[in-house]
């Protein structure tokens, strides 16, 4: 049996300076059975030129063109055309590695269970000038296995977004890139994951990611901070009222029809297990509010502040993190995002027995 058709899926706007080194990455590949699909989305520069010569000598390319309506109607055209049973992303400002293709294609017939797959990344990028993105490359980079990346999905995307290959069903079944003001990667994969997707990671490194100045990421407001938290509120809200009713992954399907505030009130009635918030400061109370508005009642807070502990903040009290009783009273959130606070927080509890996924989750 042949191996299936990977389409690689390329939006790109005035994207000449960097085009033809991610062409180039793609004409590379060790694994021959692919198409590039790549969507102009009303360049002004000499991006349809580049295209067009690409076509010229690679048959495998084909173009799309539309006017400028944005990466996320540009992503689902490129799906809508897209003939393989597999699909890749990729940006025309990355480079994919010459067994980028071949690696994660293997690495989805190997493993039929697994719906999405990812791989290592290398920043590509000045580390010292931008050391926040550094950082969050460094991080991604941990996340390996299903399970790092399931209990890890609410403090950021666990995946770098031209880095990962998906099976085509998964659009079918769940749906494909929605337009809003979020992130359109990351509320992706919350929404494929909270439909009980497994995916995982190729432990290579099998794409250079470049920090361009001038990326989405760095200068649209569907990728500011706020926008990640409005996006994440109702998919910890979904997990949480799940876990709290003891509902396994083969029970996914069913809840995922149900809108989620609706979801986390009736659940969150099977369970006397009070959710509480480690970290009681402005920016995590605001955090508590949305996952109010999503159905969640927060109990109250936990923190190491001795001057926040013992009073009550917005109405619900304070603790001291020594005073958690044991597990299986309170389901802990832990919204704290200084550097390092995150293990420290994981290492409190597991010493008092709490299980990661069972009786906290830690968020961002």
């Known amino acids: 049996m042949s191996a299936p058709l990977v389409s690689v899926i390329l939006p790109v706007r005035n994207g000449m300076h960097t085009l033809p080194r991610a062409l180039a990455s793609m004409r590379t590949q060790t694994e021959t059975r692919w198409e590039l699909v790549a969507v102009d989305d009303g360049s002004t520069d000499e991006t349809p030129a580049l295209l067009a010569a690409a076509v010229r000598e690679d048959a495998r390319i ?49 493993h039929p269970e697994c719906g999405l797959v990812s791989c290592l990344v290398e920043f590509g990028g000045d580390r010292a000038a931008r050391a926040g993105y550094a950082l969050h490359v460094d991080w991604l980079n941990t996340l390996r296995s299903p399970s790092a990346i399931a209990l890890n999905r609410f403090v950021e995307s666990p995946f770098a977004h031209p880095s990962v290959m998906f099976r085509r069903e998964l659009v079918e079944k769940y749906g ?96 006397r297990r009070e959710v509480w918030i480690w970290g009681a400061g402005r920016p995590t109370r605001k955090r508590a509010a949305a996952l109010e508005s999503h ?62 996924g069972r009786d906290f989750l830690v968020c961002a």
């Open 176 to 271: 494909g890139y929605r337009a809003g003001d979020f992130p359109e990667d990351y509320e992706l994969w919350l929404r494929w994951l909270d439909a009980g997707v497994e995916m995982a990671k190729v432990p290579e490194v099998l794409l250079t990611w470049h920090d361009d100045p001038g990326r989405l990421s760095r200068t649209d407001a569907r990728y500011a901070p706020d926008a990640f938290f409005r996006v994440k509120a109702e998919y910890v809200a979904r997990e949480v009222a799940r876990i709290l009713a003891g509902r396994c992954r083969s029970e996914l399907a069913r809840d995922f029809a149900c809108p989620p505030s609706r979801a986390s009130s009736l659940l969150q009635t099977e369970n």
């Open 62 to 110: 084909r173009v799309l063109r539309q006017p400028p309506h944005g990466l996320v109607a540009a992503l689902n055209a490129g799906l809508a055309a897209a003939r393989g049973d597999l699909i890749a992303r990729m940006d025309a400002d990355d480079e994919s590695h010459p067994d980028r293709l071949a690696r994660q294609a293997a690495y989805l017939h190997a």
């Open 295 to 356: 159905g969640l009642r927060i109990a109250g807070y936990v923190d190491i502040d001795a001057r926040k502990t013992g009073r009550a903040v917005g109405g619900v009290p304070v603790v001291a993190a020594e005073d958690l009783p044991a597990p299986g009273e309170r389901f802990i959130l832990a919204y704290v995002s200084k550097r390092g606070a995150r293990d420290d927080i994981r290492r409190r509890l597991g010493l008092r027995n709490y299980l990661e």
